[in-house]
């Protein structure tokens, strides 16, 4: 039976736990050392708030609010933070689930990191030069590799290729 002294020990416990819990894959990736390494004033300059929100403090954009979503062109998707190319429109696929998803990087293009928040075990995508959280990949993807790296769309630019 629920007491209210239950209700409000847990709803305590959670807003304690609440702020810390979102950012194990930030605090794994600022032990990294990173090529493109800013102050949080400098990327809140050079980023959007949503950009920031997700590339830095590892946000997850609402699905199927993307442009990048139903983008068909030719060419590649680069880092919002520090514009290195990480995926090619050759890998996109409509994966369903209301963000860009690719079954492949380019090479050198992405660092993973382990992420625990929200009581789940995923695997984290950053960018490999900048560190910006760009999603998080799985392994229920299509051929050849089997795997689907779910992307926030505000972290990523496209840069169009001539036909």
Known sequence: MMTRRLLLTGSAIGLVAAPHTPWTAVAARAAESFEV???????????????????????????????????????????????????????????????????????NAVGTTRDTSFGMVRTGVHCRRCGGHLGHVFDDGPRPTGLRYCMNGVAMRFKAVAA
């Open 37 to 107: 390494a800013l102050s949080d004033a400098d990327w809140r300059k050079r980023l959007t708030a949503d950009q920031f929100a997700v590339l830095r403090q590892s946000a997850t954009e609402r699905p199927y609010t993307s442009p990048l979503l139903h983008e068909e062109r030719r060419g590649d998707f680069t880092c919002a933070g520090c514009d290195l190319p990480l995926f090619s429109s050759t890998t996109k696929f409509d994966s369903g689930t209301g963000w860009p998803s690719f079954w492949a990087p380019l090479d």
